[in-house]
């Protein structure tokens, strides 16, 4: 068990929340916005916050209160995880052993509050029993709990370790060396902590440039096919038609997307599109390889490294997109698969990892997961063996390396890894070490462009 994942305010069951508020981390600089900032100009064309999306709009405005309430949550963090540092070398045992004899100590839900939340959310059960998802409810409950009991564990910590609050970590004023807060007489500074959360606020920062520019940049597209419908005499839906649905061979949604960014590129260079929203400078993590499942060249100079999660839909439908991406760029690309099963949403996800790893063993990893990926409503045993069969493995070796606990301690390695990477959800994949935000066929192309284009300015 990683303090990390107890840390955080949202459970892996609601990871959609955490979607949702990425939404909201817009920011162009920790200056306040403007209603009539110029965001991007065009021939004959300006684009203001007016031209985003409500929702856009809104949280482009109130950007630096989300910025400024992660930075909040970021030092709750650091708090924590020092006040429990500290109680664990008094007991001589690690952070996270201490935890986790303290997290057994809370107790297991009860049948009432499982019931409660059964009925609670009936609705969105469907005809599925309580039976069928008491294992999703107690992850569930046991982690609010096991929350809950670690936030009154660092309270009382406070007090034993003399724990001061120092000047507010989002002040307008706040100098380098400035103590954000005391333990034990030793004062952490400003400086301290942004080096700490570098790459954590990086990626705030980032996911808000990059969600700000593709409301920003869906706005001007649409502007632009008016303008370019009206110089051809005709309506929007004719020219659409013209440059993307009766171009259209293979029905498929791949051909679709790479027919509009292809016609949209075209739009843009035609009318000298300029946006000014600028994407933060890069803040790479140290994201281990370890000795996870490896496509492409060891010497490869960029490393594109995904945590996946194989009941996962987002893992399932980014998986080939990211493939066909890659197969673009030969030798130049080394792709590294590591496992993160989120075990209170998906049942399964863990045991197809140990499946994944099985299969690894007799050197059909890549074949083994396309098919998890295919058949996520069926990862039991049965099915996990059948597809072992179906590739043509040893099922008594897979049987035998499925049951291994070098392949579970293996993942929990991963899952620990990506705890201190900060990864919230899945997918979650880092090029070179920086994340990637936009999981997306441009998106992909973007980050591997500027991983190399970064190595070529060395």
Request: hydrophobic share 45%; aromatic share 8%; with cysteine.
């Amino acid at each position: 068990m990683k303090v990390a994942s107890l840390l955080r305010t949202a459970t892996e069951l609601m990871k959609f929340i955490f979607t949702t508020v990425c939404l909201g981390f817009f920011a162009l600089s920790l200056i306040a916005q403007k209603p009539d900032e110029v965001l991007a100009t065009a021939t004959g064309l300006t684009f203001t916050p007016s031209a985003l999306s409500e929702d856009g709009r809104k949280l482009f405005l109130s950007q630096n209160t989300v910025v400024a309430s992660e930075r909040t949550r970021l030092l709750s963090q650091m708090e924590a995880d020092l006040l429990l540092d500290a109680e664990a070398r008094s007991l001589g045992v690690t952070r996270d052993l201490f935890v986790t004899t303290e997290m057994k100590k809370v107790a297991a839900p009860t049948e009432t509050e499982i019931k409660q939340v059964f009925d609670a959310n009936r609705a969105n059960f469907g005809e599925r029993t309580i039976d069928d998802v008491r294992k999703q409810i107690v992850a569930f409950l046991r982690q609010n709990a096991e929350q809950k009991a670690l936030n009154d564990l660092v309270e009382s910590l406070k007090a034993k370790y003399k724990f001061a609050p120092g000047k507010d970590i989002n002040a307008a004023d706040l100098k380098p060396m400035e103590a954000v807060f005391t333990i034990t007489g030793k004062s952490v500074s400003a400086q301290e902590f942004d080096a700490r959360y570098k790459a954590d606020i990086y990626d705030v920062r980032a996911e808000i440039a990059g969600e700000i520019i593709a409301d920003l940049e869906n706005a001007i597209f649409s502007t632009l096919v008016n303008q370019e419908a009206k110089a051809r005499n005709i309506d929007a839906g004719d020219l659409i038609a013209v440059e993307i649905t009766n171009k259209i061979r293979e029905f498929s949604n791949d051909e679709r997307v790479e027919l509009e960014s292809s016609f949209r590129k075209r739009l843009f260079t035609k009318f000298s599109v300029k946006v000014m929203v600028r994407e933060p400078v890069p803040v790479a993590r140290n994201v281990l390889v370890d000795d996870d499942p490896a496509s492409g060249k060891a010497a490869a100079p960029v490393t594109v490294v995904m945590f996946s999660d194989f009941q996962c839909s987002a893992c399932s439908a980014t998986h080939p997109v990211l493939k066909k991406v890659l197969g673009e760029y030969g030798d130049k690309v080394r792709f590294v698969v590591r496992d993160f099963p989120l075990e209170s949403l998906h049942e399964n996800a863990f045991r197809a990892a140990l499946a994944a790893n099985a299969a690894r063993a007799q050197g059909k990893y890549f074949e083994y997961i396309d098919v998890l990926y295919r058949n996520q409503e069926s990862l039991d045993n049965a099915s996990l063996k059948k597809f072992a069969v179906d590739l043509g493995l040893n099922i008594k070796q897979f049987e035998l390396d499925f049951s291994s606990e070098k392949a579970a301690t293996e993942i929990r390695k991963d899952m620990a890894d990506g705890n201190e990477y900060g990864i919230r959800g899945t997918p979650a994949i880092f090029v070179n070490g920086v994340k990637v935000h936009s999981l997306s066929i441009d998106g992909f192309r973007n980050s591997l462009d500027k991983a190399l284009a970064r190595l070529a300015s060395k």
